[in-house]
């Protein structure tokens, strides 16, 4: 519970400062409030696979005890079995196309600095949602994006 608590503070001191953030890291882009239409279109990609992400997540977490209780029940000691369930396959299957879709903001070179913010908004919800504990795309995304 606490790491859910110290996420969401993450995310409300993050989202405060991300316009803020790309002023700075890119001040050589031309101002402008507007995506570039490149960018529209992954954004949508985006909010499309993390929504999908999200609802199989939540059917996961609704499943996962009873698939817990019946891995102990069984007394199976092949955790294999679990991961051919129908819902856990969905699950991978769906946190794999959200991370594509997240990957393919922050990898494209941003044109000005609202695709700049898109860009840290996805890298922030690649590290918050979907598991990239260790900042491996954060690392990434700063050796690639200086402009």
């Given at each position: 519970?606490?790491?859910?608590?110290?996420?969401?503070?993450?995310?409300?001191?993050?989202?405060?400062?991300?316009?803020?953030?790309?002023?700075?890291?890119?001040?050589?882009?031309?101002?402008?409030?507007?995506?570039?239409?490149?960018?529209?279109?992954?954004?949508?990609?985006?909010?499309?696979?993390?929504?999908?992400?999200?609802?199989?997540?939540?059917?996961?977490?609704?499943?996962?005890?009873?698939?817990?209780?019946?891995?102990?029940?069984?007394?199976?000691?092949?955790?294999?079995?679990?991961?051919?369930?129908?819902?856990?396959?969905?699950?991978?299957?769906?946190?794999m196309k959200a991370r594509a879709?997240?990957?393919?903001?922050?990898?494209?070179?941003?044109?000005?600095?609202?695709?700049?913010?898109?860009?840290?908004?996805?890298?922030?919800?690649?590290?918050?949602?979907?598991?990239?504990?260790?900042?491996?795309?954060?690392?990434?995304?700063?050796?690639?994006?200086?402009?």
């Open positions: 519970m606490a790491m859910e608590g110290e996420a969401i503070n993450r995310r409300a001191v993050m989202a405060g400062g991300l316009a803020a953030m790309a002023a700075v890291a890119a001040p050589a882009m031309p101002e402008s409030g507007a995506l570039s239409p490149a960018f529209c279109l992954m954004r949508d990609e985006m909010e499309a696979a993390l929504t999908a992400f999200r609802a199989v997540r939540d059917d996961l977490e609704r499943v996962k005890p009873q698939l817990i209780k019946q891995l102990r029940r069984d007394g199976r000691r092949n955790f294999g079995w679990y991961f051919r369930q129908p819902e856990v396959i969905a699950e991978s299957r769906a946190r879709a997240a990957e393919g903001v922050f990898v494209n070179p941003a044109a000005n600095n609202a695709d700049r913010v898109l860009q840290l908004h996805a890298l922030d919800v690649y590290e918050a949602d979907l598991g990239d504990r260790f900042g491996i795309a954060r690392t990434h995304f700063s050796r690639t994006s200086s402009a």
